[in-house]
């Protein structure tokens, strides 16, 4: 569960100051999947690093599963994204020279998973996105865009996250490749999964989503559709 309450982000230059998120407020359920949708530069991404405990907001309190993560040190919030957190980014971040499976058992190694456990577990997560199993000992770089971005969700599932953070996750893909992917995201949301999704305003196909529209680096509106 995510309580975000007063979530306040300024970044300071000299004597300028730029806020970028200003008092955002709201709660997600486990197991919910949300888009976070607003025009480029309303603060969608540096909400996400916040989520996501990569940063810490100036001022603000924000709860993961009861814990406030809003005053961890460096080290504290390392130990919330190795083991409560999976990252997806709009530019896979693969490593091309290396095979699907070594790409998607890497965080595993951190993790300090033994060797013998680590093929089975990148394995299981590859099927978890529909990935086929003739791909895995294909090189990254000898994919498609689509099958990229499948073998970066599964590697932000292998840790076996609670929640999901995909940061435009279909912002390199054809309309039709983006749609299976969102399929997947949708396919493990309903495994139980927590997703959280930023895109750009525009229609995309997501059957069950929470949307929250994103302005002037606040909230806008908190749509639920459901088809
Ligand atoms: N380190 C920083 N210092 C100063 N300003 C920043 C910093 N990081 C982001 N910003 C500003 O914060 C605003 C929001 O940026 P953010 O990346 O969160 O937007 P976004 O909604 O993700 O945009 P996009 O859709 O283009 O990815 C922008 O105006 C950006 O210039
Ligand atoms: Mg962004």
Redesign the pocket.
């Known amino acids: 569960m995510i309580e975000c309450k007063n979530l306040t982000k300024i970044?300071k230059?000299g004597d300028a100051e730029?806020v970028?998120l200003n008092n955002v407020s709201f709660v997600i359920a486990d197991g919910e999947f949300i888009a976070i949708m607003?025009?480029?530069?309303?603060?969608?991404?540096?909400?996400m690093h916040l989520i996501g405990a990569l940063d810490t907001p100036t001022s603000g309190s924000y709860f993961l599963d009861g814990q406030d993560i809003s005053k961890l040190s460096d080290d504290e919030l390392a130990d919330i994204r190795k083991n409560k957190i999976g990252f997806v980014f709009q530019s896979f971040n693969l490593l091309a020279r290396a095979t699907v499976l070594r790409n998607v058992a890497l965080p595993l190694v951190y993790a300090g998973v033994p060797k013998e456990k680590r093929e089975e577990t990148a394995r299981q997560a590859l099927f978890q996105t529909g990935m086929e199993e003739k791909r895995f000992k294909h090189l990254s770089n000898q994919l498609s865009g689509g099958q990229m971005q499948r073998v970066a969700i599964a590697r932000a599932l292998v840790n076996n996250p609670s929640l999901i953070l995909a940061d435009?996750p279909t912002g390199n893909l054809d309309t039709k490749t983006g749609e299976i992917v969102l399929k997947t995201f949708e396919n493990l949301n309903q495994k139980g999964r927590t997703i959280m999704v930023?895109s750009?305003i525009k229609f995309f196909y997501l059957k069950l989503a929470k949307i929250i529209l994103?302005d002037f680096c606040q909230i806008w509106l908190i749509l639920k559709i459901i088809f």
């Open positions: 970044y230059n730029t970028v607003g025009p480029s530069g309303s603060g969608k991404s540096t909400l435009e930023l750009p994103f």
